[in-house]
């Protein structure tokens, strides 16, 4: 195996049993916690002055690894077939959504260092750095799991997605004309009144905007109990997505002749 086979064995392909790819996951993933954690703290009043040389230090790490993760996969990824052209190949690897996640993280760091920004779009570059929590999910069995469910599902999820946008539409619609002249300020227009109509169909009920009406009451409690149904339907269609997926993954661990489990080799 040349080396940049193995580095990519090491940094994608994760195999049981490959103890150096363990440690190397192990590491990235602490890394990230914890750089995710300075993320959050310093949002914390008085934290930035106290601990910012230390956090600044830590930011700086921090990024050089993942920089130099990112540039590691870049160049390794042609070890894969999909991605064997050198140029096409790359370019397709960075397009990934994974690669797309390792870039976004990096990429506050560099506007800052580079440009001066404006102080609109400070905050908004520094939460970007929370996406290097979704680089957990190259690591964890069970985020892979979940996006795997979810991209299984998706067509159904499609649908209800669609169908729960056009009963917002409706339902918006019909307590804006029922509603509007009783309380034009609180339901002044439709788009308007669709907070109402998302707080009512997910069954929140913040309590700042409601119908005052009779006719209004009487729609707001159909469509609170039609709400409890229609939002309970994307819940069924992952639930039976993870039990297709944990029995696909019992049928992949077992002898398809004698039922018995298969263990890998210490």
Not at 92 to 115: G, K, N, S
Request: aromatic share 12%; hydrophobic share 50%.
């Amino acid at each position: 195996m040349s080396a940049k086979a193995r580095l990519y064995a090491i940094m994608e392909k994760a195999e049981e049993g490959d103890r150096l790819s363990r440690v190397f996951d192990i590491c990235i993933v602490t890394l990230i916690v914890f750089n995710v954690t300075m993320v959050i703290l310093e949002t914390v009043k008085g934290m930035k002055e106290v601990y910012g040389g230390f956090v600044d230090i830590f930011e700086a790490v921090c990024v050089l690894v993942f920089t130099a993760e990112y540039m590691l996969r870049i160049w390794c990824c042609t070890a894969d077939a999909k991605f064997a052209r050198p140029i096409k190949g790359r370019l397709a690897f960075m397009l990934t959504p994974l690669a797309m996640i390792d870039l976004i993280a990096i990429f506050p760091y560099y506007v800052f260092l580079l440009v001066t920004v404006p102080p609109n779009y400070t905050l908004p570059l520094r939460l970007l750095r929370l996406f290097r929590l979704l680089k957990v999910g190259r690591y964890s069995h069970s985020m892979r799991l979940f996006g795997g469910v979810i991209w299984q599902k998706r067509q159904e999820l499609y649908i209800v997605a669609l169908a729960l946008m056009l009963l917002l539409v409706i339902v918006s619609s019909l307590m804006y004309f029922v509603e509007h002249h009783a309380q034009p300020e609180a339901f002044s227009s439709i788009p308007k009144t669709m907070w109402w109509g998302i707080v009512t169909l997910t069954t929140v009920g913040y309590g700042d905007v409601f119908p005052i009406t009779p006719l209004g009451k009487f729609l707001g409690a159909l469509i609170a109990v039609l709400g409890v149904g229609m939002f309970a339907l994307p819940a069924g269609i992952l639930s039976s997505g993870f039990v297709e997926a944990m029995q696909d993954s019992d049928r992949d661990h077992k002898c398809p002749h004698c039922g018995k489990e298969i263990r890998n080799p210490k």
